[in-house]
C-alpha cells in the first residue's frame, strides 16, 4: 500500500516504493552507527544511536514497501528519541538522573493516542517536538558550554524542517518526478542535526560539551 502522506515524491511500488525518500532514511542508520562505534561506553550515548538507527529503519520501510504497519514502526523511534532528547536535557538541569520510564512511558503514550486518528497523531507528536525543543532552549541557557551545539543541531534541523514543508505534496516546491526531494534534504539533514548533539547526550554540567573519549577518561 502507498503511504497515507506521500511527502510529494512520486509512490513507484515495491520495495523501495519511494526511492529517493527511502534512501536517504538510511542516513540516520549511518548517523546512529557512527554514534555507537563512538560511544566510548556511554550508556545514555548507546541508547541515543540506537534511536537513530530505529528512525532510519521505520522511515525507510515507511517510505518503502509502506506495509500497512509501517505508520508505528516510523512513528515509534522517531518520538522515542525526541523523548529521549527532552529527559536527557531536564536529567542534566535537574541534577538529576531521570530512568529510561521517563521517555519511554510518554512515547507509548503517543503512540496509543496517535491510533485515534492523524489530527491526534500530529497533536501528540507536535507536543513531544515542543517538549525536546523548549528542553533543549533551557539547557542552551543554563549550559554555557553547549550553545554551539545546540545552536548548529536547531540551525540544521530548523532549515531541514522548513524545506521538507515547502516540499510536501501541493507546496511549492514539491516535484512528484524529481530526484531532488525535500523530504529527502529533511531527512539528511534531521540525521545531520542527531549528529551535532551527539557531544552533549549524557553529559551533564560542565563537562557538558566535551569529547566523548574525554567524558569516558573522567
Not at 3 to 21: A, H, K, M, R, Y
Not at 172 to 201: E, F, K, Y
Not at 203 to 208: D, F
Request: with cysteine; net charge positive; charged share 10%.
Amino acid at each position: 500500500m502507498a503511504p497515507t502522506n506521500s511527502d510529494c515524491e512520486l509512490f513507484i511500488g515495491g520495495f523501495w516504493g519511494q526511492p529517493v525518500n527511502t534512501a536517504t532514511s538510511f542516513a540516520f542508520v549511518i548517523v546512529g552507527t557512527i554514534i555507537l562505534a563512538r560511544s566510548a561506553g556511554n550508556r545514555r550515548v548507546l541508547t541515543y544511536g540506537l534511536l537513530a538507527i530505529g528512525t532510519g529503519i521505520g522511515s525507510a520501510i515507511s517510505h518503502g514497501p509502506a506495509p500497512a504497519w509501517g505508520e508505528i514502526v516510523h512513528d515509534a523511534p522517531l518520538v522515542g528519541i525526541l523523548a529521549f532528547v527532552a529527559v536527557d536535557a531536564i536529567s542534566d538541569l535537574n541534577e538529576r538522573e531521570l530512568t529510561w520510564v521517563w521517555w519511554v512511558a510518554p512515547t507509548v503514550l503517543a503512540l496509543a493516542i496517535s491510533e485515534i486518528g492523524d489530527p491526534a497523531r500530529i497533536a501528540v507528536q507536535t507536543s513531544i517536538t515542543v517538549l525536546a525543543i523548549g528542553a533543549s532552549l533551557l539547557r542552551f541557557v543554563k549550559r554555557p558550554a553547549t550553545r554551539r551545539i545546540i545552536l548548529t543541531a536547531g540551525l540544521l534541523l530548523g532549515a531541514g524542517a522548513l524545506i521538507g514543508t515547502l516540499s510536501r505534496s501541493g507546496m511549492p516546491l514539491c516535484n512528484p518526478d524529481s530526484l531532488l526531494q525535500g523530504h529527502a534534504i529533511w531527512h539528511v539533514m534531521a540525521a545531520a542535526a542527531i549528529w551535532r548533539l551527539t557531544p552533549a547526550i549524557g553529559a551533564r554540567g560542565a563537562i557538558a560539551a566535551l569529547p566523548l573519549t574525554r567524558q569516558a577518561r573522567d
